[in-house]
């Protein structure tokens, strides 16, 4: 094995280690897989190309070929849909993510750049000590990206990876003293892992302490929590209902569990904005509220829900709950902040007290403003207009917010739009003008996206809510929630004027509606939507419609059990990703018995001058001989011929008779044969009878005496 062969086999592995350092930033593991296609791929790649003497530069370029053929065929010739969804979905995630393909192809492509810098510098330009900085990356995204930490210890593994590339570079030089080079690599790989096992000692001993970019202005905290609307259609898309969670209410017809609000709009669809949390002991009630508010409480029973974010209503004043648990002031969203958050929800039993408002009939709603500087009237610059229009003509008539909230409400209960989960999945720019503007289908989470944005163009502030319906109530009293009613709809920011007693007082804040069809989601039309109070909800009498009343009547789609989707709900990138390149890998390994086989037509084709012919005849003798795994012994031809040992007397007498005519060819001033290329075809045919299928697909001859690296 030449050094660059060692050297680069040495660069796999140290990448493959390197790349195990994700880990904390992703539950995916399928990443791991598709840099392994990508790097060894490229790495084959410049091992076959530099062995046929290509030079370093056409191994370097053809090297890009896995990479290159991964980036077109996943997302094509325009990458800003899938730049803007990657970006969004990571910057509204927590490690470790859920899976998606974006991520996974974001991960699996800068790992495989890196390798090719990583090869780079140490193969061709043959600095591969400068290759440490380069393995550390995988491990200085979680280190530094992660806000609850990352354990040093990850850190052996790319120290790991460079200790190989070391070795591999000190034992493949060149050296008369080779006892005493390997004897060097063997301490520097022993004081290599002493330095290692003596740094993680150490920093063991360090007590933590939390970084200046890991804190807000003020000491406060400040996170960027999992989007929990990654996973809504995937629950609802599911075969079979799956229990969630199940719970007891004073509140008649059940409640609306939120897990979390979505203030922020882009092109990239509703996410959540960076979270500034306090404890949930200094719970205070969102806007402002009339006196005499009614108390009520909820008692729930998670069964089927790992999740940082609470289930809770609107409207909450209290929460005892196991755990350390704190809630955004501006959302009203619950989240864990312990170190495993991800399973904060674990067959957790909690109560909540909330408020609904006074009921108040008269009361007529207009927009308020919750001091969000803006962040939820904003709209699409290119969408904005077409929204202004929609909405002002279902509204046409209406002289204030209530009835323009009504008008909406009504619309979307209409018939004109169908409920469907096999629709596109998220809220986009893209999917949302399709839906209120083309196809006019969706599912639930549309229907509140849509409702949102057209409230915006009102002028009213708005945003999307995730969570639960309120279930189906039990003979025993209980409610049972499943993952067929994870849910999604909206708030508005609204003030109006109660009276209560014969005084008048104002209140404000936000109120909750449910523009998806009562009967498309199986909540009955007797059930008010989510609200502070459901009574002064600005709410439509709903017509009963046609409906199916029980679940949506799309296609249900199943989630793998043994290669999970992506968190959009689409094909893994791994099911077929693999599958192209294990083709191009197989493509690949059929190259060198292609160029051999020309070669060999190439040179019996018995054209030309017989001494020409006669040279051409003996280096393909010579490279049969050396694909059949036999040595080529130096010397004159007819010593080639005395030496090398044939099977068959044809074929040794024929190799004798080519080697006189070689060296006729060389020294005297003719040729007495006629035709070396039959004698030539007679000396590989018994080789080749001799020789492994293995030997005849990757032939030797190819790498025999070819430029030093």
């Not at 002991?281 to 974010?309: C, F, K, M, Y």
């Not at 229907?447 to 163009?457: D, I, N």
Request: glycine share 8%.
């Amino acid at each position: 094995m030449r050094p660059s062969e060692r050297l680069a086999l040495a660069l796999v592995v140290a990448f493959g280690l390197s790349s195990v350092c994700l880990f904390p930033t992703t539950q995916d593991r399928q990443y791991l897989a598709l840099i392994g296609v990508l790097v060894v791929s490229s790495a084959l790649i410049g091992v076959i190309v530099r062995r046929l003497g290509g030079g370093h530069a056409l191994a370097t370029f053809l090297q890009l070929a896995p990479g290159v053929a991964a980036w077109f065929l996943t997302v094509g010739m325009d990458p800003m849909p899938w730049l803007v969804r990657t970006w969004s979905f990571v910057a509204a995630s927590v490690a470790p993510m859920p899976p998606d393909n974006g991520f996974l192809l974001a991960s699996g492509l800068g790992l495989w750049v890196l390798f090719l810098v990583g090869d780079l510098v140490s193969v061709p330009l043959k600095e591969p000590v400068w290759v440490f900085p380069i393995l550390f990356v995988p491990y200085l995204v979680p280190a530094i990206g992660i806000r609850a930490g990352v354990s040093a210890w990850w850190a052996c593994l790319p120290a790991a990876g460079y200790l190989v590339v070391l070795v591999a570079d000190v034992t493949g030089r060149g050296s008369p003293h080779a006892a005493r080079t390997r004897a060097c690599a063997a301490w520097a790989a022993l004081t290599g892992v002493v330095a290692c096992a003596c740094a993680m000692t150490v920093s063991a001993a360090i007590p933590p302490t939390t970084p200046w970019w890991m804190s807000a202005p003020g000491g406060t905290p400040s996170v960027v929590m999992n989007d929990p609307s990654q996973n809504l259609i995937r629950d609802l898309r599911e075969s079979a209902a799956q229990p969630v969670l199940s719970y007891t209410t004073d509140v008649p017809g059940g409640v609306y569990l939120r897990l979390a609000a979505l203030p922020v709009f882009d092109t990239s669809g509703f996410h959540l904005a960076a979270t500034s949390l306090t404890p949930v002991s200094g719970w205070d009630r969102q806007g402002a509220w009339a006196p005499g508010a009614p108390q009520h409480t909820v008692s729930v029973s998670i069964s089927g829900l790992e999740s940082e974010w609470l289930p809770t209503p609107a409207g909450m004043t209290g929460l005892e709950a196991a755990g350390q648990w704190s809630y955004d002031p501006a959302t009203g969203n619950v989240t864990s902040i312990a170190a495993d958050r991800q399973q904060a929800t674990h067959a957790l039993q909690y109560s909540a007290q909330f408020n609904t408002r006074v009921n108040d009939p008269s009361a007529t709603f207009a927009p308020g403003d919750p001091g969000d500087g803006g962040v939820t009237l904003s709209l699409p610059s290119g969408l904005a207009g077409e929204l202004r229009a929609q909405a002002d003509a279902v509204t046409t008539g209406a002289t204030n917010a209530s009835q323009q909230i009504q008008d909406l409400l009504n619309w979307f209960d209409s018939g004109t739009f169908t409920y469907t989960t096999a629709s596109v999945d998220g809220t986009t720019t893209g999917t949302l003008e399709d839906f209120l503007f083309g196809s006019r289908t969706g599912y639930c989470e549309q229907f509140a996206a849509s409702m949102a944005l057209l409230a915006r163009s009102l002028g009213i502030p708005s945003r999307m809510v995730v969570g639960f319906l309120p279930g189906t109530q039990q003979a025993d009293g209980t409610w049972q929630v499943t993952t067929h009613q994870t849910h999604a709809w909206t708030e508005l920011y609204l003030r109006r004027t109660v009276t209560v007693d014969g005084q008048n007082y104002p209140e404000e804040g936000w109120f909750s509606v449910d523009p998806t069809p009562a009967a498309d989601v199986g909540r009955p039309t007797a059930t008010p939507p989510p609200t502070a109070t459901p009574q002064a909800t600005p709410t439509p009498t709903r017509t009963p419609t046609t409906h199916p009343a029980s679940t949506p009547t799309a296609i249900p789609t199943t989630p793998s059990t043994t290669a999970p989707a992506g968190a959009n709900g689409s094909t893994p990138l791994w099911w077929w990703l693999l599958p192209a390149a294990l083709v191009v890998i197989a493509a690949g390994a059929c190259v060198p018995y292609a160029i051999r086989t020309r070669r060999r037509r190439t040179r019996l084709r018995g054209t030309g001058p017989v001494a020409s012919q006669a040279e051409d005849a003996w280096d393909e003798v010579r490279d049969t001989i050396l694909d059949a795994g036999m040595v080529w012994p130096g010397g004159t031809p007819r010593h080639v011929a005395a030496t090398v040992p044939l099977g068959g007397t044809d074929a040794s007498q024929a190799l004798s008779a080519l080697a006189l005519m070689v060296e006729q060819a060389r020294y005297a001033p003719a040729v007495t044969g006629t035709d070396p290329a039959a004698l030539a075809r007679a000396i590989t045919a018994s080789l080749d009878a001799t020789t492994s299928r293995w030997r005849r697909w990757w032939p030797a001859s190819l790498w025999h005496n070819k430029q030093a690296d």
